[in-house]
Each structure stands twice: as C-alpha cells, then as structure tokens.
C-alpha cells in the first residue's frame, strides 16, 4: 500500500535568507514566496508529519529486490542497477519505507543509465527507511533531476529524505544538473534536501554538481554531500575534488541549512566531515539575487550549527557573476543569517581547521574568525592535523582521510585490465593470474589500504611469472602460413644493489612489456630507461607497485636501471625526538637536520645528543646535507665497506676535498670526530678564509685547522670554550656538530 504524509509543506525559505541590515529586513514581508503555507515568520515552511502511516509493502518487497524483508535484522538487499531503480520507482510512487532497512551489498556502476532520484518533494514522495552502503560505491551516474508538478526541483542518488538515514555510502564520478521551473532547485551527491535525517560515513568525489534556478530568486542550493538540510546530522563525510556550482548557495558539504522549520530541538551538527580539492562557486544572473559560496556550508539560516573535528583543505570558494544583490564567500561559511538582530546566524566549532584554500569575491563574510585555525600545507601533509582531528583520521599524501573512507582500487583495476589484455591461452599458468584477480577484496577501507595495493601486486607478479605454452605446431611443404616475428628484450646480467627482469623476454610488436626493478634494503630505483636498436628511449609507465610497462616496438629493446641509496626519511618538527627538548641550544639545528634527511637519529625516536660524533657520521651529516650526490667512485679505504652506510659520503668527501684518510689506506670511520675536525671539514666544504688569526691562545698560527677556526668564529659557526681557548681535540657531540652545520648552512 501506498503511503503518504499529506500535510507535508516542503516550500523553502530562502528567498529571504539575507538580510543584511535591520532597515532592510523592515521593509520586507514575512511570508516571502509561498505565503500559503504555514510560516515560521523567517519565509520558512513548515512540514508536520501527523498522519498515520502504514510501514507496510503492498507486496513486501519480496519481489522487488535481490533479497531480504525490509527488517533491521533482515534489510532488502540491493544488488544491482535495477534494483536501485525499483527503489526509486517505489518511493517516487509514494512508499516512503519508513521505518524499513535495505543493504547495498556491492559497487553500482550507472554508466549509461538516466538516473531519477530516489524521492521527491511533491507532497508525499520522499525516503523515509535506512540505507546502509556497506562501504560500496554508485559511481557513473547522470541525472537532470526529478522536477514536480510546481516545477521544483531536486537531484542527487536520493531526492528527498524525510527523517531517514544514509550510511555507508560513496558516490563518485557522478553527474547532477538540475533546472527549477518552479520555486527551488536543490542538487546533492547524496541527496537534494533532507529533513531530520542522518548522514554517516558517506563521500561524494570526482563529481559535478549544478543547480540553477528560473522563477523564484534565491531558491538555487548545491552542496557535496546534501543541497538544502534542516537538521540534519553529518558524521565522517567527504566531499573531495568536486566542482560545485549554484545560481545562489554553494557549499562543499551543505549548499543551505534552516533548522527553524524543523520539528527538533537543537541545530544541525557536523562531526568528523572535510572538503578537500573542492571548487565551489556562486553565480547569479539578476540584480535582485544572492551568490554564496562556502567551503563546507554555504549559507547558514536562522541556525547555529555545529562543527567538531571537520575541515577545508585546498579548497577555492568564488562568486562568478557580476550582477548579484549580495555576494558572500567564506572557506568555513559563505553567510549566515538570522532575522534576529544583529541578523547574523551563529556557528560553534571545535577543532577544526583550513590549509591552502583561496576566496575570490568582493566579500568574505566570515573570515575564518571564530570558526576555524588556519594551518600550512606542510601541517595537513605531516600529519599534523590529522592528530588534532581525532583518530577517525589517516594520514593521506597531502592531507587527512577518513579511515573508514574506502580504500583506492585504481591499481587493482589497472592491474586487472592489464591480465584482461593477455591471451591467456597462450601461458601454462594463467591460472595464477586468475586467482589473484579472484582473490580481490573490494570491502577494504583506507585504513587497510597497503593490503590493497598488495593485491595489485600480486596480479602484476602473476603476469611477471607466466610461462608461455612451447610451439608444437610444424609447417610443411612451401608455405601456407606465416608467423608474427618476435623481438628480444634484454637487460644486464648483473645490476648493481638491485635486480632487473623483463617479461616476456621476446614480445610481438605492439604487445605489452613488464619490467620489474627490485632494489636491495636501503636502495630506491634512481633512473630506469628502455631504448629500442635505434638508440630511442621508450615511454614506461610507472605501475607503482615495483613494475613498469612499454609498448614492444619492431627491434630489439635494451632495459637498464640505476639505483640509489634512500634517502632518510625526515622527521618533522611536531615530532621531533624525544631526547631533544626546546630549551636545548641544538634543539632548531637538529629540528633542520630531521626536516631536511641530515640525520634520522639512533632509533627509537632518540637523537642522543650528548653521544660522541664519528668520523664517518660527520661525513655523512655533510653528505645528505649537500643533496647526497653520486661519487664518481669508491674511497679504496679498506675499513670502508661498500655496503657501509657512510661509503658512499666518504667517497664523496674525498673527491671533494673535505676529508682524507688517517693513512693511506683506512680512513678510521669509527674514530670520534674532534673540534678542531669538524670546524675544518666545514670550512674545506664551503668556506672562505678570513683574514685574521682565531685569536685562541691553543690554536697555533700553523696548525692546519687555524684557518677553519678562524672561519668558524667570524660566521658564528663555532666559539670557544671561554678563558681564550678553542679547545680543538676535544671530542665533538652530535648535538655540537648538528649545530655547527646548521649555522653553516644559514650563512651560506
């Protein structure tokens, strides 16, 4: 049986939004647009759900989806394309479904398919159950919107929600345009407009999202998640790299929020919610029209909404139109409103946070103040603002993640679509290939991100290793077949702190080539080229996974790699070690050298400081600070090894001049490196001799570092001891050559 709420009045109140002055507001009427329903006295309608609704299927729903009976311990099962479209056709015939439960229980992929929203807001069209996602994806999917008799307008993968639920659920690669004839027209990745209703755990990305409007002025909303929300609950959602436009409010996770027409106490709240790599923009093409843009909410009504843990990251926010009435941007809020006075809505905020975003129109309405902390573009890619969220966050490449945010299948996919290319008749054991693809779990979210990329490499090692089938076929007589030649791929047959392979080793023109470079513990591939007879390089496509891929030309290909030694990994200043306090006169000198991979510590977080520096840690602290450059060859000492960490910083500081061996043969890396070593290493790497004695009563005018104190003194590299002394064979502490270094290196 059909349901329906009749007393429903879902006329929105935003053509009376803003209002920015009392003598202004004075003058304008309080029924706004749609004066015959019922008025909050803002403009805004009121919706009453007083009716009795029947929770009942006229057929159960058995029929109508892959499974299930609708309850919270058995949810209707949604498992294909038809399936959403029956529960479109469904609610848009009047089964609001409140109360029910469906499941989504794999990807929908839309391409191709006219997409019309899952409920509406002509009278009692609208989605009233719960929708669990289970983590899967709709993606691929267009729509134009579903447009009611008055003309109003909603799209998004759900309509309209009236106090429901959406949970679970990531849209991506979607389409949505939608043109109002009538009052309103409301655009969402996840839904149009909801009323008392949840969102968890939902992200909408790689989407385009429009909303335009043609009657009614300022009744145009578009938001990443929802486009108009009246209390509306949003818990661990994402709007990331979306192009969102409106013809009035513009914002990356809510284009407007009126809480006054709900029947709920309290406002809306958003916990756990960011934009990322958003462009969100306001347009109008009339003088009496409004142009908000906000980077998460665009315009807030007669609210005081809550934000905790949430922030907008890379995000640009601007008014496109020169016609506007009033045109309003902020990176948090684009506007807030209230007919009370001073006629600015409130929003509370706990830690959140904005990086990197830029607001381009006349009027930045909120300014950041109060709402937000603005924090750098190295803060989001350290994981500074990660911590500060809150554990729900991962660290992503250039700012947080949610970790229950899907995981990214992009290498899987290649991966697959390279095994699909392969005849796999052709190999003994394709059959490993299939069972890799076999063993792909789609479910995985961000936080399990490295099992993912896992899987991918274990469809590209399956192709690496096939085997193909020996030809048995033989040809007789004069001819009657021919067969496609075949070129060699070679490569050296030994590679220098790594391994080389190619498969296949003979491959057809136009064939897909593999190339796997396996670097030793410690090496990165540095530079890998593929050239053909001629000498031309080949372009190489970089799998991520270890491998890389080229098109077979008709020669023979000659493969070479080079590898180096890794970098340390930097430690950022927020974690610096644990040994190190700010009170220490070393504590910024070490801050530069754990930033810039100068040094990595001694493990465990510790710098240890006060230990003694190494002839052979010296070295190397100058090597890594110069950019580790490549030696033109090996030191020859026969106490450095070369496999030894330092071989390569040696070798280099020996070519340049800065070192030289305690014989002819051993350089005595071990031995601790002394003051008066350190400063003259320094002053051979980059100094230039000053024209005054030391003035050190224990540094004689001849010995061989008096030059390099001297140095060290006048660019405030190093000092004395005090009582006129220098103290050069006194043993050097990391602390001291770190801070020594870093002087250095500000008076470069």
Aim: with cysteine; aromatic share 10%.
């Amino acid at each position: 049986m059909k349901k329906r709420i009749a007393s429903i009045a879902l006329s929105l109140a935003m053509c009376l939004t803003l209002l920015p002055t009392a003598a202004y507001a004075e003058n304008v009427s309080e029924g706004g647009a749609f004066d015959s329903q019922p008025s909050t006295g803002n403009g805004a309608a009121v919706y009453t759900n007083e009716d009795t609704v029947d929770d009942t299927n006229e057929d159960n729903g058995v029929s109508l989806y892959s499974g299930g009976s609708g309850t919270v311990t058995d949810p209707w099962v949604i498992s294909t394309v038809d399936d959403l479209q029956k529960l479109a056709e469904t609610v848009n015939d009047g089964e609001s479904y409140s109360g029910k439960y469906f499941i989504q229980d794999t990807d929908l992929d839309l391409m191709g398919i006219t997409w019309e929203p899952i409920g509406y807001t002509d009278g009692g069209y609208y989605f009233s159950g719960h929708y669990d996602g289970k983590n899967h994806s709709i993606s691929n999917v267009t729509s134009t919107g579903k447009v009611d008799v008055d003309g109003q307008a909603t799209v998004g993968i759900f309509g309209c929600i009236i106090e429901g639920s959406v949970s679970n659920l990531h849209v991506k690669n979607a389409n949505f345009s939608v043109n109002g004839e009538g009052g309103y027209s409301l655009a969402g990745g996840i839904a149009g407009i909801t009323f008392d209703s949840d969102i968890t755990n939902c992200s909408v990305e790689n989407s385009s999202l429009k909303g335009e409007k043609t009657l009614v002025a300022n009744n145009a909303c578009v938001g990443g998640i929802t486009g108009y929300s009246v209390h509306g609950i949003f818990q661990n959602c994402a709007s990331a790299n979306n192009k969102i436009i409106s013809q009035t409010y513009a914002g990356g996770i809510v284009g407007e929020i009126d809480d006054s027409i709900s029947n709920n106490e309290g406002g809306s709240a958003f916990t756990n919610c960011y934009v990322a790599e958003g462009n969100i923009s306001a347009f109008a093409d009339d003088v009496q029209d409004y142009s908000i843009a906000g980077g998460f909410i665009g315009q807030v009504t007669a609210d005081n909404p809550t934000l905790e843990n949430c922030y907008v990251y890379d995000t640009l926010t601007s008014i496109t139109d020169t016609k506007a009435y009033f045109k309003y941007t902020g990176v948090i809020v684009g506007n807030r409103y209230t007919n009370l006075p001073n006629y600015e809505a409130k929003i509370t905020t706990n830690t959140c946070y904005y990086g990197e975003c830029t607001v381009d129109a006349d009027n930045v309405s909120d300014g950041n103040a109060g709402t937000a902390v603005e924090k750098t573009e190295v803060e989001f890619a350290d994981g500074t603002v990660k911590g500060l969220l809150g554990e729900v966050f991962i660290q992503g490449e250039k700012y947080p993640v949610l970790a229950s945010s899907p995981a990214d299948y992009t290498k899987v996919d290649e991966a697959i679509a390279a095994a699909k290319a392969i005849d796999g008749s052709r190999y003994t054991n394709y059959a490993d290939v299939e069972a890799a693809i076999s063993a792909v779990d789609r479910n995985k979210s961000k936080l399990e991100q490295a099992e993912v990329d896992q899987m991918a490499k274990n469809i590209r090692d399956a192709i690496a290793a096939l085997v193909e089938k020996s030809n048995n076929s033989s040809s007789s007589g004069g001819g009657g077949g021919s067969s496609t030649p075949r070129y060699a791929v070679t490569v050296p047959d030994k590679t220098e702190n790594g391994s080389l392979s190619v498969t296949p080793k003979n491959a057809k023109k136009g064939s897909d080539v593999t190339i796997t470079a396996t670097p030793d513990k410690g090496y990165e591939v540095d530079d890998i080229v593929a050239k053909d007879a001629k000498g031309n390089k080949l372009t190489l496509k970089d799998n991520g996974d270890g491998t890389y891929t080229f098109t077979m030309p008709a020669s023979k290909v000659t493969v070479t790699v080079a590898f180096a030694e890794k970098k340390a990994e930097p430690i950022v200043p927020e974690k610096l070690f644990a040994d190190v306090s700010a009170e220490e006169y070393y504590y910024e000198a070490v801050k530069w050298a754990s930033e810039n991979g100068v040094t990595g510590g001694i493990g465990e977080n510790f710098f240890g400081a006060n230990l003694p520096c190494t002839r052979a840690q010296i070295v190397t602290f100058l090597w890594r600070a110069a950019g580790s450059p490549e030696p033109k060859g090996m030191s020859g000492f026969v106490d450095v090894s070369a496999d030894a960490y330092y071989a390569k910083a040696v070798a280099w500081a020996v070519e340049q001049g800065i070192v030289s061996g305690t014989s002819a043969t051993t350089f005595n890396p071990d031995a601790v490196c002394t003051r008066a070593q350190s400063v003259a290493f320094l002053y051979r790497a980059f100094g230039e001799k000053v024209n005054k004695a030391a003035g050190f009563s224990d540094v004689s005018a001849d010995a061989y570092y008096a030059d390099a104190v001297a140095w060290a003194v006048e660019n405030g590299v190093a000092s004395g001891i005090g009582g006129g002394l220098f103290a050069p064979d006194q043993d050097c502490a990391r602390g001291q050559i770190v801070a020594f270094l870093y002087r250095a290196y500000q008076n470069k």
